[in-house]
């Protein structure tokens, strides 16, 4: 994989050009994606951002959605125009597998291929291009850098801020998580001198929901939350019934894992929830509690040192056990 300084000469002239991100996107995948797409839009090129799976509803205000693709609903519109493209950016994610049902045809790809990501381990044998930080804050800062050293800076405008802002306000969990450096908050000020409305961007997506999530989150801290305070740990879970009874949707668990780690002296979050056959996992985690390798290690997963992902094919019962053994071992080492 070569330095991504080295892509300039590729985009002197125009390209037809494809930008994708992870499976089930969140705010950062999706404003990295898009403040990328009006970027390279006004450089002359021809862009289509893809998404694996629909996207959930509090991403719906961002400038530019109603032109993503989604490969869930029109494979055939998403196959076309990846085969009729020049360059694949991959933003937000680090392996290809992590687009779901369009992984084949993100492994056949044949043209240049991009990667910008702060997720560990970037699967460097598969992109041409790329750059990938784990320290930085969100793919959103990453875009950011990228555009200001393609002495891109007189391009930026209102709308490619107000995707930039989403996306690192999201990952920093509001500018709290250990990933939030000084160059963040420098973005960020010139995002709001760019004209994104700070208060407007977290409306957009923190007050979006429906009743029934507030009552999920009821449901959650009186049923289906364990403290497990001598190993600083806390684990919620929602089985098949739960999720059939709070008509849980894409979306609706979304920062769930987060809010254990609001009690004092938990530094290690775990979130189960049913999906079909499996059992989606998420981790999250305070200082040096490392949830992406607990994450590779039991879970078929990874992601950050403090946010992680995984999942079992196993009942929710056996997933329990199987973490609560796990949990144990790995505490000890
Ligand atoms: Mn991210």
């Not at 499976?23 to 990295?32: L, M, V």
């Not at 032109?67 to 009729?84: P, Q, S």
């Not at 702060?118 to 320290?135: E, Q, R, V, W």
């Not at 009186?222 to 008509?247: G, H, P, V």
């Amino acid at each position: 994989m070569k330095p991504i300084s080295q892509l300039a000469p590729l985009l002197n002239s125009p390209k037809k050009i494809v930008i994708t991100t992870h499976q089930n996107p969140d705010a950062d995948a999706f404003g990295s994606s898009l403040g990328l797409y009006h970027y390279l839009v006004q450089k002359g090129h021809q862009v289509t951002v893809v998404s694996s799976t629909y996207y959930t509803n509090f991403l719906q205000w961002m400038p530019g959605t109603s032109h993503i693709l989604i490969f869930e609903k029109d494979e055939a519109a998403v196959r076309k125009v990846l085969k009729d493209s020049d360059m694949l950016f991959c933003l937000d994610f680090n392996i290809y597998t992590r687009t779901a049902s369009l992984s084949s045809d993100l492994k056949d790809y044949n043209g240049t291929k991009i990667i910008i990501d702060h997720h560990l381990f970037p699967d460097s044998d598969y992109f041409d291009f790329g750059i990938s930080i784990p320290a930085k804050s969100s793919t959103c800062e990453m875009v950011y850098d990228y555009i200001i050293a393609d002495d891109g800076e007189n391009l930026l405008n209102k709308t490619i801020a107000e995707c930039l802002y989403a996306g690192v306000m999201t990952d920093t969990g509001g500018f709290r998580f250990s990933c939030t450096g000084p160059d963040t908050h420098r973005m960020t000020a010139h995002l709001l001198e760019l004209g994104a409305v700070p208060n407007q961007i977290a409306e957009s997506i923190f007050d979006n929901y429906e009743e029934k999530r507030l009552r999920l989150l009821g449901h959650i801290f009186s049923n289906r939350l364990e403290i497990f305070m001598d190993k600083k740990a806390a684990l919620i879970y929602l089985d098949a019934q739960d999720m059939q009874q709070y008509n849980v949707g894409q979306g609706d668990t979304e920062g769930i894992v987060n809010y254990p780690l609001s009690i004092n002296g938990i530094n290690f979050s775990t979130f189960m929830s049913q999906k079909e056959n499996e059992i989606r996992i998420s981790f999250r985690s305070k200082g040096n509690v490392d949830v992406n390798l607990f994450a590779r290690t039991y879970f078929s997963g990874g992601g950050h040192a403090n946010a992680a992902g995984g999942k079992s094919t196993l009942p929710m019962k056996e997933t329990i056990e199987a973490y609560h053994l796990a949990l144990q071992e790995f505490l000890k080492s």
